[in-house]
T-cell receptor
């Protein structure tokens, strides 16, 4: 089935450690996104990528890094510089559009990161 | 970025129509309105989207006012499985990339 796969579902990290969250999509989508969600809150955009080897910072990029070496993969690294990393992380993808009709953004099932 | 305003919570009886309002008074002419819902600890699920005209699909209907400053999502026959947080979102396109600007959403509870 086509979709977005995030792994792991649950991850524990010790303070001071970097951790990488995986996101893979087989929808042949050009654009991919990472969002962060804190309990009871809406989603906030961390990074997004429109094409391979290109990505832009979202609203809360500090303490995070990404790469886009392949179209289907957009891993997110939560670095030790991120002061409050405990959150629910969501990956999403969409067809790349420019001023066109509404293409839908699809989300993965999310990854819970807890700092212990 | 255009922002949306939704009531924090709503209740609806099972089998009745659930009408969820959303204000987006700063929306621009080329910005779409999207609706997603999220069940706890899952990824948001796409429901419907529109620009100017009313839209209907197998899940819901979207009514957009003529001035586009507000919209209403209608779930025609709500079931217990429709209990979720519903997000009204404005899609903006910046340098060719889509951005979904999420608000706090409405927590809809369907009661038996």
């Amino acid at each position: 089935d086509g979709g977005i796969t995030q792994s792991p579902k649950y991850l524990f990290r010790k303070e001071g450690q970097n951790v990488t969250l995986s996101c893979e999509q087989n929808l042949n989508h050009d654009a991919m996104y990472w969002y962060r969600q804190d309990p009871g809150q809406g989603l906030r955009l961390i990074y997004y990528s429109q094409i391979v080897n290109d990505f832009q910072k979202g609203d809360i990029a500090e303490g995070y890094s990404v790469s886009r070496e392949k179209k289907e993969s957009f891993p997110l690294t939560v670095t030790s510089a991120q002061k409050n990393p405990t959150a629910f992380y969501l990956c999403a993808s969409s067809m790349r559009t420019v001023w066109s009709s509404g293409n839908t953004i699809y989300f993965g099932e999310g990854s819970w990161l807890t700092v212990v | 970025d255009a922002k949306t305003t939704q009531p924090p919570s709503m209740d609806c009886a099972e089998g009745r129509a659930a009408n969820l309002p959303c204000n987006h008074s700063t929306i621009s002419g080329n910005e779409y309105v999207y609706w997603y819902r999220q069940i706890h600890s899952q990824g948001p699920q796409y429901i419907i989207h529109g620009l100017k005209n009313n839209e209907t699909n197998e899940m819901a209907s979207l009514i957009i006012t003529e001035d586009r400053k507000s919209s209403t999502l209608i779930l025609p026959h709500a079931t217990l499985r429709d209990t979720a947080v519903y997000y009204c979102i404005v899609r903006v396109v910046i340098q060719g990339a889509q951005k979904l600007v999420f608000g706090q959403g409405t927590r809809l509870t369907i009661n038996p």
